[in-house]
């Protein structure tokens, strides 16, 4: 059974930084991406970045040079770092393992995802 628990949301001031964890449970056999994504009130939920099992990754245009993922595949664990934060961040982040297995190029679409954590609120206040 596949199971995803975030981490480490909080609230934070503009400019401050946060880290997220996805630790994961069931992944082993397929290998598969992990995504993080965010819904924020009144909003669609949108990508923010994925990781491939090998360690490619893929950026929504809003976060990159700010938040960085990376996995730790011996600790079943995926992290988000989220840097320079803006108000424009506030939202659940919610990490997402892929359907299938991808060598080079993470997926960014919801679609692609099959299981989904519990989310973890981030706040970032001006």
């Known amino acids: 059974q596949v199971q995803l628990v975030e981490s480490g949301g909080g609230s934070v001031q503009a400019g401050g930084s946060l880290r997220l964890s996805c630790t994961t449970s069931g992944l082993t056999f397929s290998r598969p991406a992990v995504g993080w994504f965010r819904q924020a009130p009144g909003k669609e939920r949108e990508f923010v970045a994925s990781i491939t099992w090998t360690g490619y990754t893929n950026y929504a245009e809003s976060v990159k040079g700010r938040f960085t993922i990376s996995r730790d595949n011996a600790k079943n664990t995926v992290y988000l770092q989220m840097n320079s934060l803006t108000p424009e961040d506030t939202a659940v982040y919610y990490c997402?393992?892929?359907?299938?297995?991808?060598?080079?190029?993470?997926?960014?679409?919801?679609?692609?995802?099959?299981?989904w954590g519990q989310g973890t609120q981030v706040t970032v206040s001006s």
């Open positions: 997402a393992a892929s359907r299938g297995y991808y060598t080079v190029s993470p997926p960014n679409r919801s679609a692609d995802f099959a299981s």
